[in-house]
């Protein structure tokens, strides 16, 4: 059995791959999206936190990272995913619809003393952006070659044959024109959004994809693909690109 979780905003899409590709096989998909609410709970202080409204072990021997757990919290039952998209520790906790406010109450309660705070997708995508994770939608599509969006260290070639294997092994040994690369504006009142232009000796060589302000960082960052045709990744990296900001 699987378990997969998709972009909100392509979950049609992603059911409609699947079951394309389901063939012959006697292969049930089946949309629990309604069944379950997802609580994120992260941050420095996450395990201190978790192991205040739930007798499980969340030590990193227990419950390593990539890693999920049944587990029982407040008086419910949630399956807590060792995962974060913010770059810190914490854990995604899928607790079925009926008792997400409970445990939702549960959190809130026992995070008053250790300086727990709600945050909304502003928060989440200024963390993730810092540190340099890659948006579905935004810095990725279908489109893409993970080669390019750096993405290839979760591809596995050598594990037999599978659908988009020719196409990485192709960009292999092509080499890439192009990479998604982290942004920092040295100045940091300026905002970045998104789409704002790339330049490079005064040349447009490419869009912000992603953009936000870091406040760990102390200046507006974003993410954006810039050419790299014969181009070493220190080279890369040491060049000099401004940003067209309006206004």
């Known amino acids: 059995a699987y378990f997969l979780v998709v972009p909100g ?79 810190e520790l914490g854990w995604e906790l899928y607790v079925s619809t009926d008792q997400a406010a409970h445990v ?42 993970v080669l390019e969006a750096g993405l290839g260290f979760a591809v596995k070639t050598a594990k037999g044959d599978f659908i988009g294997r020719d196409a990485v092994l192709k960009k292999k040994e092509a080499g890439v024109s192009r990479r998604l690369v982290q942004f920092r504006l040295k100045d940091p009142q300026p905002l970045l959004f998104h789409n704002e232009a790339i330049l490079r000796d005064g040349k447009i060589v490419g869009p912000i994809t992603s953009g936000n302000y870091g406040h760990y960082l102390g200046g507006a960052i974003g993410l954006g693909y810039v050419p790299c045709q014969g181009q070493s990744e220190a080279d890369l990296l040491a060049s000099s690109y401004e940003i067209e900001i309006a206004g």
Not at 41 to 50: F, H, Q, T, V, Y
Not at 109 to 119: H, I, P, R, S
């Open 9 to 87: 905003a392509t979950l049609q899409r992603d059911l409609a791959w699947l079951r394309k590709h389901v063939g012959e096989e006697f292969v049930v998909i089946t949309d629990v999206t309604a069944a379950e609410s997802v609580l994120c709970l992260m941050g420095p202080d996450a395990r201190k936190l978790i192991q205040k409204v739930s007798p499980n072990d969340f030590s990193n021997e227990a419950h390593p990272f990539g890693t999920f757990q049944e587990i029982e919290i407040g008086m419910g039952l949630a399956r807590a995913h060792r995962v974060t998209y913010v770059g």
């Open 104 to 145: 939702f109450e549960a959190i809130e309660e026992a995070g008053a003393d250790v300086g727990l705070k709600l945050c909304g997708l502003h928060t989440l995508d200024s963390c993730r952006i810092e540190k340099a994770f890659r948006h579905f939608g935004h810095d990725i599509t279908d489109e893409d070659n």
